[in-house]
């Protein structure tokens, strides 16, 4: 999967003195976390970068759910890595940094959930389709479920959620969070959705759907 939180890692604590406080924000957020940045491409097909879907697609659904009066908090705004951000972590893994820097954000903002946009690739070309990846709590499951049916709808897919079991930002941010595999760049069809503008605001839209329907009932 195209996701740079693939490998799980032991769980790291930002210190007291280096904490950040937002006092802004007084109620709890949605975080959208856009996937990879800067330095880290994340997957690709031809000369297309997962960094570049992510960031469009996310921005879309923060500007979705604003224009509905959500308080939502995008985590990057351009092409960069959060590992940049990261100067309190001693560690020499800049993949590390960038996990725990996405992670810390949960943690220093009253957050209700956390939607983590990536895209997928597989050595199977037929592959396609979104697949949504949840942690092993019911209400990130229902997330999950929430966001996959929103999804499959737009592609006309029956595909399940999916347990993210060895991901970092699912076994250690303690809120509902999810990752989303918005489709496969490695699929044509999936890649030609992905790309262009009118595709990535119809996933956008779904997204914000499902994140919509999630709160609406829970």
Known sequence: MGSASATAAPA???????????????????????GHGGIDGGTSADDLLEKHINLSISQKVYMKLKSKGYPVVLNRNGDYALSDDNTWLKSRS?????????KGLSDELPSDLIVSVHVNWSKKEKSHGPVVLHQREGRSYMLAESIQSSLNTMYQTDLS???????????????????????????????EMLSSSSGQKQIAEAISSGIIYYLSVL
């Open 12 to 34: 790291v604590q930002q210190k007291d003195d280096d904490h950040i406080s937002h006092t802004v924000f007084r109620h709890p957020v949605i975080i959208i976390d856009a």
């Open 94 to 102: 800049r993949h590390l940094k960038d996990l725990a820097q996405r």
């Open 161 to 191: 959620v999916e347990w993210g079991k060895p991901f970092y930002l699912l076994n250690y941010i303690k809120k509902p969070a999810v990752i989303v595999e918005a489709g496969f760049i490695s699929n044509l069809q999936d890649r």
